[in-house]
């Protein structure tokens, strides 16, 4: 479970509307909540045996029982007698019969007709009450974040700079695996745009060294991972007394570590997440929101699109993507080989409508030609998939012209690239990435 402040949590409950949905172990729980979310009504899923006491300390307009599974092992009779529980604490409750999308003008019925909610849920609303409850919390203390230079980290750190200004310092290490140009973006913005007290360490050697001669993809994440948390401390000592730290936990990372009935199954380490047992006291200000919500709050904040729109990227970058060992030399190709795939996919208009679309780079070389010349070098893959949630994924079915393009360019354009391929293998029982 998330570390989120219980006392900003209860706060919020006296404030906030709010309508609980019950996890009943059915399919599409996160959709219905989003849902009423969209329709002006903040929700929260909760599993289906919370205590009645527990409900009512958290105030909810109005109950909403999602569909059951059995594979969680809960049927209707089970429900049913939830249902006569609940109805015994006098907030209006809402069946789910069949899905949400069918229901909705009953759900609307009952959000605004038997709850009385008054569509006060929107991001503005959000911004607003967030930035009264980090003032409080923080007052006059200063506050610490790593910026990784990704969606959640970024709405985060403007966030609470909103909210509290030059109190907040942002740190970024820059370990040298990210895509061209991401380190400089994130100093014109963080700096430039926002002004905000950000330090920026170029630690691209003393990874490069902590990674040198390293195959096995685990092993790499570690080094990588241990790395960045020294770096991150060495660079907080410098900073002296700081109290609270940022992080930027999202709403699905909080209801995927839970099932229907309350277990924990796993919980959230991110690469470039930080050890717990740190000296601060966590805010994570995002906590509430789908991922929709974060880059819309982050557009309200004036953070740019191409951050707010970004793709999924993983915590160990271009690490992971080079298959094998990692050096200097295949870290320039596979950056350069990078940006050409995404401009290609922008310029076609299918950065925003594909999951995720990047280039990789395996250990190995073959035979090709070059005018007159034999040539001996890497081979660049090519992966595009589509996805909902990571947990599986479709790989595109990108237009011939566009592939064409994007390996004319690439075997053009990067030295010691002969050859592109494009990777069809869908997850499962492939992965996203290679490593
Ligand atoms: P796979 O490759 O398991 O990836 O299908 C699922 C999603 O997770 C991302 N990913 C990572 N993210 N640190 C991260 O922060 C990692 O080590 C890591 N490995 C994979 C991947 O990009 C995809 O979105």
Excluded at 382 to 402: H, K
């Amino acid at each position: 479970m998330s570390n989120f402040n219980k006392g900003e949590a209860i706060d919020l409950h006296r404030r906030q509307e709010k309508v609980l949905v019950l996890d009943f172990g059915g399919p599409d729980l996160q959709i219905l909540a989003r849902k009423i979310r969209e329709l002006g009504v903040y929700s929260e899923i909760i599993p289906y045996n919370t205590s009645l006491e527990e409900i009512k300390r958290q105030n909810p307009r109005g109950l909403v029982l999602a569909s059951v599974s059995a594979d969680e092992g809960v049927n209707s009779a089970v429900r049913d007698e939830v249902r006569s529980k609940l109805r015994t604490i006098g907030v209006p409750l809402y069946v789910l019969r069949e899905d949400a999308e069918k229901e909705m003008s009953a759900l609307k019925d009952f959000l605004f007709q038997d709850c009385r909610c008054s569509k006060e849920w929107s991001m503005q609303y959000f911004i607003q009450e967030q930035v009264k409850t980090i003032r409080e919390k923080v007052g006059d203390k200063r506050v610490l974040c790593a910026l990784s230079g990704g969606v959640d980290s970024s709405v985060a750190a403007v966030l609470v700079h909103r909210a509290i200004g030059e109190q907040l310092t942002c740190v970024f290490v820059d370990h040298g695996f990210m895509r061209k140009g991401e380190p400089e973006q994130v100093r014109a913005t963080f700096k430039e745009q926002f002004q905000m007290n950000l330090v920026f360490v170029d630690a691209r050697e003393r990874f490069l060294q902590k990674v040198a001669g390293v195959t096995d993809p685990e092993q790499k994440r570690k080094i990588i991972g241990t790395e960045f948390i020294r770096v991150f401390e060495d660079e907080a000592a410098k900073l002296g007394k700081i109290d609270f730290l940022v992080q930027g936990t999202i709403y699905p990372d909080i209801v995927e570590s839970q099932t229907a009935s309350g277990k924990i199954i796993k919980s959230h380490h991110n690469v470039g997440g930080l050890p717990e047992d740190l000296e601060f006291q966590l805010i994570e200000p995002l906590w509430q929101l789908f991922k929709n919500e974060v880059r819309e709050v982050g557009r309200e904040l004036g953070l740019a699109e191409e951050i707010v729109g970004r793709q999924p990227f993983p915590g160990p970058g271009l690490a992971v993507r080079i298959i094998g060992e990692i050096t200097a030399e295949k870290l320039d190709i596979l950056r350069e080989a990078d940006a050409i795939v995404m401009e290609e996919i922008r310029n076609a208009g299918l950065y925003e409508s594909t999951w995720q679309s990047f280039a990789v780079l395996p250990s190995i070389k073959s035979v090709g030609m070059q005018g007159e010349e034999r040539t001996y070098a890497y081979p660049i893959i090519l992966r595009v998939v589509n996805s909902i949630d990571a947990m599986t994924a479709e790989w595109v079915r990108l237009p011939y012209d566009l592939l064409d393009q994007i390996s004319s360019r690439i075997v053009r354009e990067v030295p010691k690239v002969n050859r592109v391929v494009y990777d069809i293998t869908s997850k499962p029982p492939g992965t996203i990435e290679w490593e």
